[in-house]
């Protein structure tokens, strides 16, 4: 099994990340897909950004829950990473799926809901909704560090795939894989280490794979996928260990 390189949040370790421009040279690089994460504005838009606050990754500061898309349209998203990507700017979700379309994307999509933190009322009905009336070509996968979004979002579309995330314990991610609720796990990679003569027989995806030591282990393993904030450098070492194999 070819072991898929899944791009998280966009190449990261490259660009400023979950921007457009992260996310075109992660498809550039060759990934199998993109992992990034949704929230939701203070008038109701899902808006593309790790954190709950706009602070580390733009020239703003506050909660994107407090906020307007047109108030984080109006951030710049860039110039904290390099002073070539000034005036990139937040997307929102939407703008984020026209640009994979655009790209002839057909690999996985990893749409991570931050509601671990922040529980957003409706998001998981506002995202199911979205998919819903705009099909897209890729592999739709969800994922979240809060079961009930993942529970709520099966009951919404139940065919979609779904995934647990979890940095050092499984407790919950078992719990929902019991109950048919997830086909796999996306832990810490050094969950994944620490158990490796007891990996159990289910999809693994781990994050963040950056080093080439955790890539080949990855590789070596064959494991489902890896999520790595360098792309490029995760696909010339794919390249030299699995040349030849088929998905």
Not at 44 to 62: A, C, P, S
Not at 121 to 147: C, M, N, R, W
Request: charged share 25%; hydrophobic share 40%; net charge positive.
């Amino acid at each position: 099994m070819l072991t898929k390189i899944i791009a998280h949040r966009g190449s990261k370790g490259t660009h400023p990340e979950n921007t457009i421009l992260a996310f075109e040279a992660a498809l550039a690089a060759g990934a199998d897909g993109i992992e990034t994460d949704v929230h939701l504005s203070k008038d109701g838009h899902l808006i593309i950004m790790h954190d709950e606050t706009v602070d580390r990754t733009t020239d703003g500061t506050g909660n994107i829950q407090d906020l307007t898309l047109a108030e984080i349209k109006a951030l710049d998203a860039g110039s904290w990473f390099a002073p070539r990507f000034v005036g990139a700017r937040v997307p929102t979700l939407d703008e984020v799926v026209q640009c994979l379309i655009t790209h002839h994307f057909t690999g996985i999509f990893n749409l991570e809901l931050k509601t671990n933190r922040i529980h957003y009322p409706g998001i998981e009905a506002q995202v199911a909704t979205y998919f819903k009336q705009h099909p897209v070509p890729f592999q739709l996968v969800y994922s979240s560090f809060y079961g009930r979004s993942l529970e709520r979002l099966y009951r919404l579309q139940p065919d979609a795939e779904f995934d647990s995330l979890f940095s050092l314990k499984a407790q919950d991610a078992r719990r929902l894989l019991a109950r048919h609720v997830i086909l796999g796990y996306h832990p810490d990679m050094r969950w994944v280490r620490w158990h490796w003569l007891f990996l159990p027989k289910v999809q693994l995806r781990p994050w963040t794979v950056n080093r080439v030591r955790d890539m080949r282990f990855c590789y070596r393993h064959h494991l489902a996928g890896l999520i790595t904030d360098y792309p490029e450098l995760a696909f010339q070492v794919r390249a030299r260990m699995q040349k030849g194999r088929k998905d």
